[in-house]
């Protein structure tokens, strides 16, 4: 880079390198975690700046400056705040991103019912996004975040962080290389809720603890009173804040497979809900519930059926297994050669079934790059115009819309027959509120 280009222009020329698809390569990620020259760091924007907002704040901080800090609880923001005495703080991300002209890129980790929103209005002021998962908090704002990305040439991520793995990738090759056959059926399942889920009735109004700017954190959510059964965690188990033990943790576990098999989109989906659940809160983990996707036939694969489970002992048939260790998370993709199986949320740990079978096997050639793990990292090289992250917009956008159909079905307890170009549930209107839903005044994307 010339000594006479400065940071911004930089930033900018490079900016529309990154903003497409994987493609087939077998080189390594190299440099990952270079400290990048004054002229080369981008200046971050923080959207929800505790917890897992906190993790991912620490990772970019590395190599990054830090300019801007916004969370509308002020008490999970503290440890931020102590941090980087010197990034410009907020409550509200609206405010923020009109204000400060300086920022290049966002990572937004609030509460899902704020993802699209905050992630949006970055995006359309030219910022690139990383975003936590699941991408959205409805199928429709996740086809609008791909939409959005693509127009404005960002260079975006999702944080399912496992995807920056190398044995993932590696297990991606192996499925696509036709080690296992021709694969009809994948099951998936997790342990989770581990957060109260169930409940029948909204909880009453609190007063609002100091420092909490309630009104803010609510965002596009309809109105409802303060209550501590929210936060700071808890909002997960709730339908007008989260998206439920599938939202948290498919766009994890369902990941590899998904990927693998180029699966696209489903004909149909259906939900078998055995735990307690209402209008206002997804399944309990005692009984909770089983999801079943249909996939179909893509160029010379088959077709898919696709089985989620969760709640507490939900799991795939143990004959499966093949005498296998079950665990509280994981996935089995299931085909006429062989069967791949991985105790992992993340998929970072799998072996293939039988075992006799593959003690020789020898993994294919690479045809992805690798980067051991550094999932943030891929990102901010996207963002300097490397090559888009695996976990972009264009592959994230199209997954997370078919992990949150299985909260459709949850929630109008009927079978859905999908109709992705137009976003619809056909002859099913009683979906249409929960595929998009109305946002409250004030708030759009």
């Known amino acids: 880079m010339s000594r006479r280009t400065n940071r911004r222009d930089f930033l900018k020329y490079t900016a529309l390198a990154g903003t497409g698809f994987w493609v087939a390569s077998g080189f ?7 400290r990048p020259g004054p002229n080369e760091r981008l200046n971050i ?4 700046a505790g917890g897992q907002g906190g993790g991912n704040l620490g990772n970019v901080a590395r190599t990054e400056n830090i300019v801007a800090l916004c969370d509308a609880d002020d008490r999970r923001a503290a440890n931020a705040y102590k941090a980087h005495p010197k990034a410009a703080r907020y409550h509200d991300f609206r405010v923020m991103l009109e204000k400060q002209k300086n920022i290049d890129a966002v990572v ?26 699941p991408l959205t908090w409805s199928v429709y704002e996740a086809r609008q975040m791909r939409l959005v990305a693509q127009k404005n040439r960002v260079a975006t991520q999702m944080g399912n962080q496992g995807t920056s793995n190398d044995t993932f ?7 696509r290389s036709g080690a296992l056959g021709d694969v009809r059926e994948v099951h998936v399942w997790t342990n989770r809720p581990i957060w109260p889920q169930g409940m029948q009735q909204r909880p009453p109004a609190e007063q609002v603890p100091e420092g909490v700017h309630w009104d803010i954190w609510l965002g596009p959510a309809p109105s409802r009173p303060y209550n501590r059964a929210y936060l700071p965690f808890s909002w997960r188990g709730w339908w007008d804040f989260g998206t439920g033990a599938l939202g948290d943790m498919a766009c994890h576990t369902m990941n590899l497979p998904y990927m693998a098999l180029n ?6 989906v259906s939900a078998n809900v055995r735990g307690q659940m209402s209008r206002e809160s997804p399944p309990s983990r005692e009984g909770g ?19 989620w489970y969760e709640g507490n002992n939900n799991l795939p048939p143990r004959a499966l297994f093949q005498g296998e260790r079950t665990n509280d998370s994981g996935f089995l993709v299931v085909g006429s050669r062989g069967t791949m199986y991985s105790p992992h949320d993340y998929g970072g740990n799998w072996v293939l079934l ?12 690479r045809t992805l790059p690798r980067n051991g793990g550094a999932h943030h990292a891929e990102w901010l090289r996207a963002c300097r115009g490397g090559p888009a992250a695996m976990s972009n917009f264009n592959y994230a956008g199209p997954f997370t819309e078919v992990v949150l159909l299985g909260n459709v079905a949850i929630r109008v307890g009927k079978r859905i027959m999908w109709d992705s170009e137009n976003l619809r549930a056909r002859d099913l209107a009683a979906a249409d509120q929960y595929i998009r839903r109305q946002y409250r005044k004030g708030w759009s994307i």
């Open 28 to 34: 390594e990620l190299e440099g990952a975690q270079r």
């Open 169 to 175: 990738r590696t297990g991606v090759e192996v499925i």
């Open 263 to 268: 699966l696209g989109q489903p004909t149909s």
């Open 354 to 365: 039988p075992r006799k079978n593959f003690q020789n096997y020898k993994p294919p050639e």
């Open 108 to 133: 937004v980790s609030t509460p899902d019912h704020n993802h699209a929103a905050a992630s949006i209005m970055a995006m359309n002021l030219g910022k690139h996004c990383y975003c936590e998962k």
């Open 45 to 48: 924007g923080i959207i929800g």
């Open 289 to 307: 519930c089983t999801i079943t996707y249909e996939f179909p036939a893509r160029a010379k694969l088959p077709a898919v059926r696709l089985t």
